[in-house]
């Protein structure tokens, strides 16, 4: 559903992306770790076609994102850390005008978010002001947006950013559900027990490059004696590079 193959993007003498190459299935849940400024963000939005690559191809359930956008955007939902709404309009004119974005009609957009709407406890804001909320209530409003078209391919960089832990339990459990119905989840977190808890394989970025990918327990080992603790491996994958990047920036300071 996911296809990556050699991408690369370059911010003039910056590499952010590396010869990035992966491969993710129908209905699986794929959480991508890292440091910050790692290639994260960047590989995701030339995934969802916001960027385009300066090498190397994205494809979505078959569709080159940049040769055939419509076809992905068909497919395909995106969900920022800091997704854009618009301010003037309520949570419930924004879910119409989005359902009627993607050819919905009026009874297929309650039908579809008759259990989400509830589920992320927005029934006390469907009427109020989108300018006028919070950044976790906003951030709610985007995942059920994004959710009532049934997307094949769900795509999201941070989402836990701005949710209390209740909320956070919500979406962690609706993505798994809708993984198992079939839907491909691409998540990108800074938090490795969400990683544990949820993803099928977990990948690791760093420096522009997936320097690992697996299941958790091939995560595990790659930690070394044993390790049972995905935080080694992450650590053991990023600090070398990392410490040398910081010594080069003390020196040219």
Request: net charge negative.
């Amino acid at each position: 559903m996911i296809e990556l193959t050699h991408l690369v993007k370059e911010f003039g003498d910056l590499t952010a992306v590396d010869d990035l190459s992966l491969t993710v299935g129908k209905g699986e849940f794929f959480a991508v770790l890292g440091p910050n400024a790692a290639g994260k963000t960047t590989t995701i939005k030339m995934l969802v076609g916001l960027i385009a690559p300066t090498t190397g191809t994205a494809k979505v359930c078959g569709y080159d994102v940049q040769t055939e956008p419509i076809e992905v955007r068909k497919r395909l939902a995106y969900v920022p850390d800091f997704p854009f709404l618009y301010d003037k309009l309520t949570p419930w004119e924004f879910l119409r005008f989005t359902g009627q974005l993607f050819h919905m009609n009026e009874q297929d957009i309650e039908t579809r978010t008759r259990d989400l709407i509830p589920r992320f406890s927005l029934e006390p804001y469907l009427r109020k002001s989108i300018e006028s909320l919070s950044h976790g209530t906003r951030q709610r409003i985007a995942i059920v947006s994004a959710l009532m078209h049934n997307p094949e391919v769900f795509v999201l960089d941070e989402p836990m950013v701005g949710l209390d832990p209740h909320h956070q339990y919500i979406l962690k459990e609706v993505l798994k559900e809708r993984a198992a119905q079939g839907m491909t989840v691409f998540l990108s977190t800074h938090q490795l027990s969400v990683a544990e808890e949820v993803a099928d394989r977990i990948g690791i970025v760093h420096m522009g490059k997936l320097v690992a990918v697996g299941t958790e327990e091939e995560l595990h080992n790659l930690g070394g004696e044993g390790n049972a603790e995905l935080e080694a491996t992450f650590l053991a994958l990023t600090r070398e590079e990392s410490d040398v990047a910081v010594q080069r920036q003390l020196h040219q300071g």
